[in-house]
Nanobody, 119 residues
């Protein structure tokens, strides 16, 4: 299973982007057996959990993105989304999704998608 993130790009501060992460090759039960998260990686920093959603729908956000980002899933499409509004330069980074049982299911996490927010 390959986790394919897309939707990143260059945007001005205040703009929006919608990221998608498809669990390509996953069957429905594999997708729903996981909790999902979006992470952000910046140079020289540890990766940061931006938003997460459990398989029963519980959602958490990093304080830095609360009220601006929304995580959701489409289980039939085996896809996790991150709607990002009112983007700020500090949101810049490489975004990728991950699953709670990625190691068990041997997911290939892919290369993520770059988000760059200009001031």
């Amino acid at each position: 299973v390959q986790l394919q993130a897309s939707g990143g790009g260059l945007v001005q501060a205040g703009g929006s982007l919608r990221l998608s992460c498809v669990a390509a090759g996953a069957i429905f039960s594999t997708f729903t057996d996981n909790d999902w998260g979006w992470y952000r990686q910046t140079p020289g920093q540890q990766r940061e959990l931006v938003a997460s959603i459990t398989n029963d729908g519980r959602i958490t956000y990093a304080d830095t993105v609360k009220g601006r980002f929304t995580i959701s899933t489409n289980k039939s499409k085996k896809t996790v989304y991150l709607q990002m509004n009112d983007l700020k330069p500090e949101d810049t980074g490489l975004y990728f999704c991950d699953a709670s049982r990625a190691d068990y299911y041997q997911f290939n996490r892919g290369r993520g998608t770059q988000v760059t927010v200009s001031s």
